[in-house]
């Protein structure tokens, strides 16, 4: 009796996808890393981000898709909010990303290239600091 065994294979050698590159940094907030955080690279298209949370040290990694690390190479808007599960602070807690950082409005963009990238984020709470690359 001859048994066929049949394997999936979800995503693999997708072709569909756009050129991706990694990219990860890491997120400060006057100076000191910011955890969990959720980074955001908006192509200049607005195609879907490449996304990442921020680890205890700042840390970021983006990735695509599962499984797909990285997000679209060109020009992105970069976006960091906090993460709640609902979309909505806990009953006294206060953002802790000032607003010029999150949204549409963000002031932060970066470059992203074919090659690795690691883009730092240094954040200020008192003004703008752009980082812009």
């Known amino acids: 009796m001859a048994v066929a ?3 999936f294979c979800f995503g693999c050698g997708r072709t569909d996808l756009p ?3 990694e990219v990860e940094g890491t997120v400060t907030l ?3 890393p910011l955890e969990g955080v959720l980074v955001s690279f ?7 981000p490449g996304t990442g949370v921020t680890d205890a040290e700042g840390h970021y990694e983006l990735e695509y898709l599962y499984g797909e690390e990285g997000t679209k190479v060109g020009q ?3 976006e960091v909010t906090t993460i709640w599960p609902d979309g909505e602070p806990n009953p006294g807690e206060v953002d802790r990303v000032p607003a010029q950082y999150q949204g549409r409005n963000s002031i932060l963009s970066f470059n992203v290239q074919p090659d690795d990238n690691v883009f730092d984020i240094p954040m200020e709470s008192g003004g703008a600091n752009g980082g812009q690359n």
């Not at 908006?42 to 879907?48: I, L, M, Q, T, V």
């Open 5 to 7: 065994t049949v394997v």
């Open 76 to 78: 992105s808007r970069v």
């Open 19 to 21: 050129e991706l590159a």
């Open 42 to 48: 908006y192509p200049a298209d607005e195609a879907r």
């Open 30 to 32: 006057d100076g000191q």
